[in-house]
């Protein structure tokens, strides 16, 4: 997987996601699966996210390493077994997100 | 943790419950002075052989004892307001901690940096070393760093359960698929139990939660130290 020193977004060193005003309120189920969401469908989606950061960055012949901020994120918020389970079904093509 | 034969709160260990304490300090004062006025008022009825059965209109008792309790609502709605807002204030959390509710034992994962896990058993009595205190110590505590703002996510693997640190104010229920955001803010270190506030089985009883609070420096060598 990615080191942790491979993982420095531009603002400096990460500690953990930050308050994200979309979801102001205690169910934070959807920013975990928002942020998964934008990390590994990209294309076409309004919000930013990894994939559309890793293909801007490529265009412009820069590093990709500021995009694993988003990376990071939904790693903090979402239960590693909620990420395991949306892996395995990605994998086996029966994930629900929007493709 | 609570003390045997214990009437009121534990102590606080966060701003929001020492809030808290003081509010249920002033509510409570109210509802003594207001039962003991009352109480004192019956007795003084059934104490006394004078009558007086043809009261028409009291206008002026009636004016003082509709304003004067809006006036005592009042003056327990504001303080409660306050800190139910308090309680919402945006803050910005260092550290993430998600806390996953099982049958029956709770695990722990710290994904900020490297993927730190762990599950969180009771220690049986039989297995208890003298002076810990039966049916609250784990095996694996929650280690956390003291006067930071920690975000902790609660959810559950099958059933519902209910994360609940009672010195520090908190719980949340832990509900399959969804995920309850709650901050812990300590302001000092040491030992915090709880227990599982929500029934889940023959094991509820027996899945406790124990926090430990510590300065940064101590928390992070704990952290390099489990992975």
Redesign the interface.
Known sequence: MLG?EAQKPPKGK??????DPRF?N????R??YQNFLGETWGAGRKSPDYHRCVKAMNRRGKSAQPCEYYF?EY???????WVQRWNQQIQDGTFAGKI | MACPYQMGFQDATSPIMEELLNFHDHTLMIVFLISSMVLYLISLMLATKLTHTNTMDAQEVETVWTILPAVILILIALPSLRILYMMDEINDPSLTVKALGHQWYWSYEYTDYEELDFDSYMIPTTDLNPGELRLLEVDNRVVLPMEVPIRMLISSEDVLHSWAIPSMGLKADAIPGRLNQMTITSSRPGLFYGQCSEICGSNHSFMPIVIEMVPLEVFEDWTLSVT
């Open positions: 942790v990460w500690t953990t996601a930050p308050f102001p205690q169910n934070q189920t920013n975990c990071r790693r903090s918020l979402c239960p590693i077994s």
